[in-house]
């Protein structure tokens, strides 16, 4: 083989790449733990860390070691001194090193790597050569050079770029580490101090921005976040299947995953409200309610406390106890953490005497005293402790009880609105709606204060109610947060409005918010066609420009359907399907929630096998049936989209039809089929 040609002594890097890492993976097994650890415990906790790192080492054999190369100008970190000497770094998804220590390939995100993302002809960041290199099903087989530095060389697209985007999907989400975008990688390596909140429309990245960025944190942070832990929150159990494989793929093993009502999930939900309660139960001023309700259950002390000890009686009058009982009110402690103090102010009080006395209590005496029957009964009877559920009961159920605490905070019209119409007898007997769980965390929250994580990354954030913002907030009090969402992909009734607004209830107004205009997945003609809803469900917003070279396919498809003739039209809903399963790659069948079941046994009669959302398409299983509702965050390389006049009525009023209409019309990767019988709706005619 001709060593000297680029090629081949790339590929000769490549494979000796992989040896290095066969053998730091060889090192870990080969681990002898028994002289180490002394007890059972700790060899548990050593072998499941020496698991893990073997799985982090295994060499994927359809992820490329490394897919870029930089060639510095000068040494990194040395200051351009005359004479220092340029390096060379491949850049990958982690760190291999040779049997000496050398680097062979840098973690993509070491800080020598961001100017694989960062440099341009612009500002080439002492970049001589970037690379990049292309792979045919394992194969290193191509590469392509821009030298950064060099005046004569004009810049042009990358073609290995556009075709990492065009590429068909199949199967889960995967990660973008070799083509993150420059506006991208801002967000990705923002530190871990700060919240950041993306406005981005369909396909603009945001969701594996979120993904790469909680990875950059974990590299960037690794003892602080393994402490305090990361968490990414989407909207659906399918969502989250989607996405799960992309931390993996990157060596991160430990990010857990949740939606919004696993978080909150202390009560069974059985029920479901109307919208308008539900928007109601959603709004920031039930956090007041709840506040005033926890707090009511402090009584002022009536009488004083007698503690007998021995042959002694002490006395803590009134006055005193109700100065004690004031004070832990106006600090800024929560309910149960004051009631657990309580004891031991009163027994405070009663040692303070004692020493008076000429006594000299010590601290076991003080806890003594805490426990004394005289002390329990008085913190009971002036603190009681509250049961978050029943408080969310009573205050559902009883009228007089919820004026009381929302009084001046919501009218009675609103009062009756989130009250039970009629009574319910216990609260073992509540058909819990999921924005009382929500009410339930709050008040968790108020007797307990939540444990806050390191960071937390919020997918389709705009569906979340202020309440919700605020049950996610309580989870990143003293961490940061990646926010994430499109304003015109709301489709809740309680859809935010603005970020700032959202931000603020999630407890980070100091966030900054950044914008993706650039859409990587829908074609230019289609998501032409679906920003023309954009100016009657988000007026303001700036459309997405594809940046996909690939027209793509687009055809609007009328069909005829007549009350008698049902068959025959979904006949022709499954013929597009069958098209465009003839081409290549995954083929999603959207249809209003209402539809669906029809669908799916026209799909079984005709003999056409098809998946669910969240299921993994597989280059045998293709076709998905997605209703509207699940959507969201999904993506397919063909869709049909089934009668968008359906999918806009299945919704309680019109612009969150039409904002649903938006996200199903922006799944496609490579081409859309619409079919329609009936009209389409009058703000899709250009
Ligand atoms: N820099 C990139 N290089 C290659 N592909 C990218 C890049 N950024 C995003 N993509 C791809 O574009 C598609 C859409 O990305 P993603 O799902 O993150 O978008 P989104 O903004 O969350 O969309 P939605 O609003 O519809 O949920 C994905 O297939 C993703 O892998």
Redesign the pocket.
């Known amino acids: 083989m001709p060593s000297d040609d680029p090629l081949s002594r790339e590929r000769a890097h490549l494979a000796d790449s992989r040896a290095a890492l066969r053998s730091m993976r060889e090192d870990v097994q080969s681990l002898d733990i028994r002289d180490v650890t002394a007890n059972w415990v700790n060899a548990e906790v050593l072998t499941r860390q020496i698991d893990e790192r073997i799985k982090a080492l295994a060499d994927l054999s359809h992820t490329p070691l490394f897919f870029g190369r930089l060639d510095y100008l000068h040494a990194p970190g040395a200051e351009q001194a005359e004479g220092a000497e340029g390096e060379r770094f491949y850049i990958g998804r982690r760190h291999v090193h040779d049997a000496g220590g050398d680097p062979m390939v840098i973690d993509w995100r070491a800080p020598v790597s961001q100017p694989f993302y960062r440099a341009s002809k612009k500002t080439p960041l002492d970049i001589a050569l970037r690379r990049r290199f292309g792979y045919t099903g394992g194969d290193l087989t191509a590469y392509e050079d821009e030298h950064l530095s060099d005046p004569a060389e004009t810049a042009g697209t990358s073609k290995l ?1 556009q075709q ?2 065009e590429r068909p ?1 199949v199967g889960p ?4 580490v ?4 420059p506006e ?1 990688d801002e967000i990705v390596r923002s530190g871990l101090g700060g919240t950041v909140c993306v406005q ?11 993904l790469h960025r909680v990875a950059y944190l974990l590299y960037a942070h690794r003892d602080r976040l393994a402490r305090t832990g990361t968490l990414v929150i989407g909207p659906n159990a399918s969502f989250l299947h989607y996405i799960e494989q992309v931390l993996p793929a990157l060596g991160e093993l430990e990010v857990k995953q949740a939606t919004v009502a696993d978080l909150v999930a202390h009560v069974e939900v059985r029920g479901a409200d109307e919208a308008a309660t539900a928007v109601l139960k959603g709004d920031a001023r039930m956090a007041e309610v709840l506040r005033r309700a926890v707090r009511a259950h402090v009584t002022l002390p009536t009488e004083q406390v007698v503690v007998v000890r021995g042959s002694r009686r002490w006395r803590v009058p009134e006055y005193e106890l109700t100065a004690i009982v004031q004070e832990l009110l106006d600090r800024d402690i929560r309910y149960g953490a004051a009631r657990d103090a309580l004891p031991q102010r009163i027994a405070h009080a009663v040692l303070v005497q004692m020493e008076r006395a000429g006594e000299a209590p010590d601290d076991r005496v003080q806890d003594a005293v805490a426990r004394n029957p005289a002390v329990k009964a008085a913190v009971k009877a002036i603190w009681p402790p509250v049961d978050p559920a029943k408080l969310v009961f009573r205050l559902l159920s009883d009228a007089d009880f919820l004026a009381l605490h929302a009084e001046g905070v919501l009218s009675e019209d609103e009062q009756e609105t989130i009250r039970w119409a009629k009574p319910v007898r216990s609260v073992k007997s509540v058909k819990w709606a999921a924005a009382d769980a929500v009410l339930i965390d709050e008040a968790t929250d108020l007797v307990q204060r939540t444990h806050s994580l390191g960071h937390v990354v919020l ?2 954030a705009q569906d979340l109610s202020p309440m919700q913002y605020r049950a996610v907030g309580r989870r990143c009090t003293t961490g940061s947060a990646t926010v ?1 969402g ?1 304003l015109a ?1 709301g489709t809740t009734p309680w859809a935010t409005r603005s970020w700032e607004e959202a931000l603020a209830h999630l407890g980070k107004s100091e966030a900054v918010v950044e914008e ?1 205009t650039a ?3 829908v074609p230019t003609d289609v998501i032409t066609y679906a920003s023309r809803l954009l100016p009657h469900i988000a007026p303001g917003l700036a459309p997405v420009a594809s940046v996909r070279e690939n027209p793509g396919f687009f055809e609007v498809r009328a069909i005829r359907e007549t009350a008698a003739d049902t068959t025959a039209a979904a006949a022709e809903v499954i013929a597009a399907c069958e098209e465009l399963l003839a081409r290549e790659g995954s083929v999603g069948l959207i249809a209003a929630d209402g539809r669906v079941p029809g669908l799916a046994e026209a799909l079984a009669k005709a003999g056409v096998s098809h998946l669910a959302p969240g299921e993994e398409t597989t280059a045998s299983a293709r076709l998905t049936l997605v209703p509207a509702s699940l959507a ?2 999904l ?1 397919y390389d063909y869709v049909v989209l089934d009668e968008p006049r359906a999918v806009v009525d299945g919704e309680p009023d019109e612009r969150t039809g039409l904002r649903r209409l938006y ?1 199903t019309l ?2 496609a ?1 490579s081409g859309l089929i619409v079919t329609h019988a009936d009209a389409l709706p009058a703000q899709l005619e250009g």
Not at 173 to 176: G, Q, T
Not at 200 to 210: E, L, Q, S
């Open positions: 770029l990492e985007i999907r989400m995967r990660d973008i070799a083509t993150i975008q991208q981005g429309g369909p396909g603009t990245g945001k969701t594996a921005v979120g997918d389709e994430l499109d992909q993706l859409g990587f997945r969201k965050g993506e996200v922006t799944r990767v």
